[in-house]
């Protein structure tokens, strides 16, 4: 519904603000620009707005804004113009050029399809086949997706029309690292392979036992054995230190049957 609406051009500051409060549930626009800038142009000379206080400025404004419909920082910018040039004007409507698209809707259509049929290849792949299948298989569909770069083609398979058509997702690859073989050591004859165990003493009387530590060669059966009160690093080390000084050959392996030793 459009309504035309005149006001006295005598309204003072005080009348606008009782406009504004009597108005707060309406919703007002200007229909034509060039009237409305005309408009709020005369307003602001006919009350000499660079006279006002700074409270009558803010209610012509919050008035000029209620009837033209334009947003405060609009109304702001209209009447800095007001007051340097002097002028509001309306300013024309620039249509900026378009550059031409080289590749059309089809050719991202006929890309995806290509795409699925080859399960997606690289760019340079890809635009190999695009330049066979004009020049080998004389498909003039092709002609000028034949001259598509590899970076243009990476592009458009990023476009949402392509991605429409032929979406792609890799599932993740699970990769097995074995941090560790575990197994029983394969001496071949040769000295140098030990098999640790661990045994707890036991506790009595309120007295924790000691863990009696048994390293037996594989081979020559060079048995060395080592006690600690408890399994940490803290005592284990010069334990296990003492105990590979004892061994008369180079170490060439470890096993501890999979237990917590």
């Known amino acids: 519904m459009q309504i035309r609406m005149e006001y006295p051009a005598q309204w003072d500051t005080e009348q606008m603000r009782k406009f504004l409060e009597g108005s707060a549930e309406l919703e007002l626009e200007g229909q034509n620009r060039a009237a409305m800038y005309a408009w709020i142009r005369g307003t602001l000379i006919h009350h000499e707005y660079?006279?006002?206080?700074?409270?009558?400025?803010?209610?012509?404004?919050?008035?000029?804004?209620?009837?033209?419909?334009?947003?405060?920082?609009?109304?702001?910018?209209?009447?800095?113009?007001?007051?340097?040039?002097?002028?509001?004007?309306?300013r024309p409507v620039v249509v900026r050029r378009k550059l031409a698209?080289?590749?059309?809707?089809?050719d991202i259509t006929r890309l995806a399809r290509v795409d699925q049929a080859h399960q997606r290849l690289s760019g340079p792949a890809t635009r190999r086949i695009l330049q066979r299948e004009f020049q080998h298989f004389g498909k003039p569909e092709f002609e000028r997706r034949s001259h598509l770069?590899?970076?243009?083609?990476?592009?458009?398979?990023?476009?949402?029309?392509?991605?429409?058509?032929?979406?792609?997702?890799?599932?993740?690859?699970?990769?097995?690292?074995?941090?560790?073989?575990?197994?029983?050591?394969?001496?071949?004859?040769?000295?140098?392979?030990?098999?640790?165990?661990?045994?707890h003493q036991g506790d009595g009387e309120g007295v924790n036992g000691v863990y009696h530590i048994n390293a037996v060669d594989a081979v020559t059966q060079w048995e060395v054995v080592?006690?600690?009160?408890?399994?940490?690093e803290a005592y284990l080390v010069p334990v296990l230190e003492a105990m590979l000084h004892q061994c008369p050959f180079r170490l060439l392996g470890f096993h501890s049957d999979n237990g917590s030793a």
Not at 51 to 69: D, H, I, N, P, T
Not at 101 to 106: L, S, V
Not at 185 to 199: A, M, N, Q, S, Y
Request: charged content about 25%; hydrophobic content about 30%.
């Open 50 to 90: 660079a006279l006002q206080s700074r409270r009558e400025k803010g209610v012509m404004r919050a008035f000029l804004s209620k009837v033209s419909g334009r947003s405060l920082p609009q109304i702001t910018r209209l009447i800095r113009h007001y007051r340097h040039p002097g002028e509001i004007l309306s």
């Open 101 to 106: 698209r080289k590749y059309t809707p089809e």
């Open 149 to 199: 770069s590899s970076s243009h083609l990476y592009h458009l398979r990023s476009r949402a029309a392509y991605l429409r058509q032929a979406a792609h997702g890799e599932f993740t690859k699970p990769i097995q690292i074995s941090l560790g073989e575990r197994g029983r050591p394969e001496p071949g004859e040769r000295p140098g392979f030990l098999r640790v165990d661990t045994v």
């Open 226 to 232: 080592g006690c600690t009160a408890q399994i940490s």
